[in-house]
């Protein structure tokens, strides 16, 4: 995976690199090199171009040279008056003539033909290469000469040519012709005996005027010299033109270049070809192969470079991509380090220091103007179940636990755990306060429902406090501190249930922590507490049958306590253990004392959660002497309510070991007696509450008598509390209750001030 993926990256690391870098660099590299060979070329070609355009002007300068040159060598022997006189002689010195005439004229001017014609344009000499030919040879050159002869006569009247003197004519303004103004001929290029040639026909004229002269009758000269072998031998020594030759076919070699070959009276005589000098050819083909392989050196050295910028871009691009891999762990980390210092690890929820911050913000947030509470949620008898099904037990409930919360609350609101049992919560944005209640009063139910843990079901209780803000009038810490007090009043009121702050909570959290200082310093020094017993009438009220323990605080400050005020503060601090044992060992003492008398004593259920606490009672009564069946332990709803298995067992170990168990303040709860049933009770004790009601509200008597005939369905014994008047004592009767308990019969008592009890309440009886 890892492995593909970085052949990914290799594979679009290389199509970028090759978009990016090689293909703008070759096709730089390319263009430039096309401009380069292609402007060498340009400037090879234009060398060549200039080079023959030259060579190509040399070869016509050449040309016309050459016919202003035959003529010109004409002259030389045309206008000279011994050649005129030997002529007019009948028989004329041929050998003369050669030496003077033919001969030089071959010789020294490369004519290749000279022959003289008469008056009548008959040929009476022709020298030819040298060689004196017989005048009938003329009628080859005849045809080629005519027009010439025509017009060095001045027959014609064609147009002008540069080369040409010709009677009655004007030189042009294009003439070259630079011979003797006396001289008369016709020059041009002709094709003789199929061979391109220049041409020159002059009148033959004395240059002396005692020599007279025969206008139009004069002996002529005719001159030819072929373009295709001396002349052009000698163009190419004169102007090192290479390869030259003239040829009829237009045909030519690709190294070569032509010069059509055109006479002035029209027509196409050949072509003068030679290979031209190309310089530019010659450059380039002696730069090409350097060039080359400096093109060649260039794009591998391009190459290399390209490689290795490649190189240093990959390692680039790979520590690039390292240093963002190392940047998203270092982020990931970072996030990681911020969660773990924002969250709790076994739960994943936000913990002290997260919901802190929620808080603070919450807390100046000016805007906040609807109602928001913070809860604190401490669990009731988790310490029990980490106990019994160990720690791995006690994560899973907080877990689910956790779960539970958070399946309650609003988007925008918090849970957090602040650590063991106990979580805060952040309720945002609320209407009302029954509408946070409301919310309270789930997570209570959501956490008493059962949990499945390692096997079994636990049941727990949670008991939340909720502080609310409104404004920014308090800050975090006072929300926190306000919270807290509201949920240790819960925990104090029963457990299992919610309690929103007021003031007045205030103050007795205030005393309290006095008082829990006040009454370890007691406990220890067992001195101010004492425990007083209250008498249990049977149901008409006359006899006594039991004793209540009920504790007292005689406190040097605050004065005599009830157990009310200070029974909460020992159940909060766990000094309600060791309370109840100083209880039952008074209590155990008064039942051996009065041996007819039951004596009840009161438990917490916080006693319930502590230790094996039917092992405990068993082993202080054993000890004191006291026989079990006389000590009824009475407890409350909630310990039912909790349906423990540990409380159930507690409970049926310790009606086994004979002590009898009543159901105490009952009605107060949750007026069901379901859960009876499922507990052995022996006992239940109507909570004054409902006794001090009978008379003011109908439906008091209803209940009682209710619950009366349903405890004895139930086989069990009805007691009645808070029995002050006459009138309660009668009707509780009349309903059929088995106890009446009340100041009507007497207040809770000193020991030794029983025996004097005894003694009124048979008297009073
Ligand atoms: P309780 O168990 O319901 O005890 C009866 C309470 O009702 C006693 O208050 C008693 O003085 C009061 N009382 C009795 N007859 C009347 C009456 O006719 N009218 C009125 N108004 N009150 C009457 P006390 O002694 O202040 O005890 C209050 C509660 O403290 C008890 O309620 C009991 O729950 C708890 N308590 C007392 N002693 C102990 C103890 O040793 N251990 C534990 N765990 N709880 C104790
Ligand atoms: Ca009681
Ligand atoms: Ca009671």
Same mark, same amino acid.
């Given at each position: 995976?890892?492995?593909?993926?970085?052949?990914?990256?290799?594979?679009?690391?290389?199509?970028?690199?090759?978009?990016?870098?090689?293909?703008?660099?070759?096709?730089?590299?390319?263009?430039?090199?096309?401009?380069?060979?292609?402007?060498?070329?340009?400037?090879?070609?234009?060398?060549?171009?200039?080079?023959?355009?030259?060579?190509?002007?040399?070869?016509?300068?050449?040309?016309?040279?050459?016919?202003?040159?035959?003529?010109?060598?004409?002259?030389?022997?045309?206008?000279?008056?011994?050649?005129?006189?030997?002529?007019?002689?009948?028989?004329?010195?041929?050998?003369?003539?050669?030496?003077?005439?033919?001969?030089?004229?071959?010789?020294?001017?490369?004519?290749?033909?000279?022959?003289?014609?008469?008056?009548?344009?008959?040929?009476?000499?022709?020298?030819?290469?040298?060689? &004196? #030919?017989?005048?009938? !040879?003329? +009628?080859?050159? /005849?045809? $080629? @000469?005519?027009?010439?002869?025509? *017009? =060095?006569? %001045?027959?014609?009247?064609?147009?002008?040519?540069?080369?040409?003197?010709?009677?009655?004519?004007?030189?042009?303004?294009?003439?070259?012709?630079?011979?003797?103004?006396?001289?008369?001929?016709?020059?041009?290029?002709?094709?003789?005996?199929?061979?391109?040639?220049?041409?020159?026909?002059?009148?033959?004229?004395?240059?002396?005027?005692?020599?007279?002269?025969?206008?139009?009758?004069?002996?002529?000269?005719?001159?030819?010299?072929?373009?295709?072998?001396?002349?052009?031998?000698?163009?190419?020594?004169?102007?090192?033109?290479?390869?030259?030759?003239?040829?009829?076919?237009?045909?030519?070699?690709?190294?070569?270049?032509?010069?059509?070959?055109?006479?002035?009276?029209?027509?196409?005589?050949?072509?003068?070809?030679?290979?031209?000098?190309?310089?530019? &050819? #010659?450059?380039?083909? !002696?730069? +090409?192969?350097? /060039?080359? $392989? @400096?093109?060649?050196?260039?794009? *591998? =050295?391009? %190459?290399?470079?390209?490689?290795?910028?490649?190189?240093?871009?990959?390692?680039?691009?790979?520590?690039?991509?390292?240093?963002?891999?190392?940047?998203?762990?270092?982020?990931?980390?970072?996030?990681?380090?911020?969660?773990?210092?924002?969250?709790?690890?076994l739960t994943?929820?936000?913990?002290?220091?997260?919901?802190?911050?929620?808080?603070?913000?919450?807390?100046?947030?000016?805007?906040?103007?609807?109602?928001?509470?913070?809860?604190?949620v401490d669990l009731d008898r988790f310490k029990q179940v980490n106990d019994t099904l160990g720690h791995a037990g006690g994560d899973q409930l907080i877990q689910l636990v956790s779960a539970r919360l958070?399946?309650?609350?609003?988007?925008?609101?918090?849970?957090?755990r602040?650590g063991g049992d106990e979580f805060?919560?952040?309720?945002?944005? &609320?209407?009302?306060?029954?509408?946070?209640?409301?919310? /309270?009063? $789930?997570m209570v139910d959501a956490v008493r429902e059962p949990f499945a843990i390692l096997g079994t079901s636990v049941f727990i209780g949670a008991s939340i406090?909720?502080?609310?803000?409104?404004?920014?009038?308090?800050?975090?810490?006072?929300?926190?501190?306000?919270?807290?007090?509201?949920m240790y009043?819960a925990k104090a009121e029963g457990r299992d249930g919610y309690?929103?702050?007021?003031?007045?909570?205030?103050?007795?959290?205030?005393?309290?922590?006095?008082?829990?200082?006040?009454?370890?310093?007691?406990?220890?020094?067992?001195?101010?507490?004492?425990?007083?017993?209250?008498?249990?009438?049977?149901?008409?009220?006359?006899?006594?049958?039991?004793?209540?323990a009920?504790l007292?605080?005689?406190?040097?400050?605050?004065?005599?306590?009830?157990p009310?005020?200070?029974i909460p503060i020992a159940e909060e601090t766990g000094l309600i253990r060791e309370l109840g044992h100083f209880v039952l060992r008074?209590a155990c003492?008064? $039942?051996?004392?009065?041996?007819?008398?039951?004596?009840a004593v009161n438990l917490s259920p916080v006693q319930f959660r502590s230790g094996d606490l039917a092992a405990e009672i068993r082993a202080i009564v054993q000890e004191?002497?006291?026989?079990p069946a006389?000590i009824e332990l009475e407890v409350t709803e909630s310990v039912l309510l909790d349906n423990d298995a540990v409380v159930r067992a507690v409970l049926a170990e310790l009606r086994s070991a004979g002590f009898r168990i009543a159901l105490d303040d009952f009605?107060t709860g949750y007026s069901s007696l379901s859960y009876l049933s499922k507990f052995q009770v022996d006992k239940i004790k109507?909570?004054?509450?409902?006794?001090?009601?009978?008379?003011?509200?109908?439906?008091?008597?209803?209940?009682?008598?209710?619950?009366?005939?349903?405890?004895?369905?139930m086989?069990l014994?009805?007691?009645?509390?808070?029995?002050?008047?006459?009138?309660?004592?009668?009707?509780?009767?009349?309903?059929?209750?088995?106890?009446?308990?009340?100041?009507?019969?007497?207040?809770?008592?000193?020991?030794?001030?029983?025996?004097?009890?005894?003694?009124?309440?048979?008297?009073?009886?």
């Amino acid at each position: 995976m890892l492995h593909g993926r970085t052949e990914r990256n290799k594979r679009v690391f290389n199509v970028r690199l090759i978009a990016a870098l090689v293909i703008p660099v070759l096709t730089v590299a390319l263009g430039l090199t096309i401009f380069a060979f292609s402007a060498l070329r340009g400037t090879a070609s234009q060398a060549d171009r200039v080079s023959v355009n030259r060579q190509e002007q040399e070869v016509k300068l050449a040309i016309n040279d050459a016919l202003d040159e035959l003529a010109q060598s004409q002259a030389g022997v045309a206008i000279w008056s011994p050649l005129v006189l030997e002529l007019r002689k009948p028989h004329p010195n041929w050998g003369w003539v050669d030496d003077n005439v033919g001969v030089w004229l071959n010789y020294v001017f490369a004519h290749d033909v000279d022959i003289i014609l008469n008056a009548d344009d008959k040929a009476v000499y022709v020298m030819r290469d040298g060689v &004196r #030919a017989t005048p009938v !040879s003329f +009628a080859a050159y /005849a045809r $080629a @000469a005519q027009p010439l002869i025509e *017009a =060095a006569r %001045g027959r014609t009247h064609e147009a002008p040519n540069p080369h040409e003197r010709l009677p009655g004519r004007a030189l042009s303004a294009t003439s070259t012709v630079r011979t003797s103004t006396r001289s008369i001929h016709a020059t041009d290029l002709g094709v003789v005996m199929g061979r391109p040639a220049a041409m020159s026909v002059m009148r033959l004229i004395p240059d002396t005027s005692k020599v007279a002269a025969a206008p139009g009758r004069e002996p002529l000269l005719v001159s030819i010299r072929y373009l295709d072998a001396g002349f052009t031998q000698n163009l190419v020594k004169l102007q090192s033109i290479t390869g030259a030759r003239v040829q009829r076919s237009h045909q030519l070699k690709p190294s070569e270049h032509g010069v059509t070959l055109v006479s002035s009276r029209g027509g196409n005589l050949g072509f003068f070809v030679w290979r031209p000098d190309r310089p530019g &050819r #010659a450059v380039w083909s !002696s730069m +090409a192969p350097s /060039a080359g $392989a @400096a093109l060649v050196a260039l794009l *591998a =050295a391009l %190459g290399v470079l390209l490689f290795s910028v490649a190189k240093l871009m990959r390692k680039d691009a790979v520590s690039l991509r390292q240093l963002a891999a190392a940047h998203v762990e270092l982020q990931a980390k970072e996030a990681q380090a911020h969660h773990l210092a924002y969250h709790d690890v076994l739960t994943g929820l936000p913990n002290r220091a997260h919901i802190n911050a929620v808080i603070d913000h919450k807390v100046s947030d000016a805007h906040a103007e609807r109602l928001w509470a913070v809860l604190l949620v401490d669990l009731d008898r988790f310490k029990q179940v980490n106990d019994t099904l160990g720690h791995a037990g006690g994560d899973q409930l907080i877990q689910l636990v956790s779960a539970r919360l958070r399946g309650l609350i609003n988007p925008g609101d918090v849970v957090a755990r602040l650590g063991g049992d106990e979580f805060a919560i952040l309720l945002d944005d &609320r209407l009302n306060l029954s509408d946070i209640e409301e919310t /309270a009063q $789930a997570m209570v139910d959501a956490v008493r429902e059962p949990f499945a843990i390692l096997g079994t079901s636990v049941f727990i209780g949670a008991s939340i406090g909720i502080a609310c803000a409104q404004s920014c009038r308090s800050d975090r810490t006072e929300l926190m501190r306000m919270a807290d007090i509201a949920m240790y009043r819960a925990k104090a009121e029963g457990r299992d249930g919610y309690r929103v702050f007021s003031t007045d909570m205030d103050e007795s959290v205030k005393t309290r922590r006095g008082l829990e200082y006040d009454l370890r310093d007691a406990l220890a020094r067992k001195q101010e507490l004492f425990v007083n017993y209250q008498p249990q009438m049977d149901g008409t009220g006359t006899q006594i049958i039991g004793l209540e323990a009920l504790l007292r605080w005689q406190h040097p400050v605050r004065g005599l306590l009830s157990p009310d005020a200070f029974i909460p503060i020992a159940e909060e601090t766990g000094l309600i253990r060791e309370l109840g044992h100083f209880v039952l060992r008074d209590a155990c003492d008064v $039942a051996r004392a009065w041996p007819s008398l039951s004596v009840a004593v009161n438990l917490s259920p916080v006693q319930f959660r502590s230790g094996d606490l039917a092992a405990e009672i068993r082993a202080i009564v054993q000890e004191s002497g006291a026989r079990p069946a006389q000590i009824e332990l009475e407890v409350t709803e909630s310990v039912l309510l909790d349906n423990d298995a540990v409380v159930r067992a507690v409970l049926a170990e310790l009606r086994s070991a004979g002590f009898r168990i009543a159901l105490d303040d009952f009605g107060t709860g949750y007026s069901s007696l379901s859960y009876l049933s499922k507990f052995q009770v022996d006992k239940i004790k109507i909570d004054r509450s409902f006794t001090s009601r009978l008379g003011e509200v109908d439906d008091a008597a209803a209940i009682i008598h209710a619950v009366v005939r349903l405890g004895h369905a139930m086989g069990l014994s009805v007691s009645a509390e808070g029995v002050e008047t006459r009138e309660q004592r009668a009707f509780l009767e009349g309903a059929g209750c088995n106890e009446l308990q009340g100041f009507l019969f007497a207040e809770a008592l000193p020991p030794a001030s029983l025996a004097q009890l005894m003694k009124r309440l048979r008297y009073a009886a």
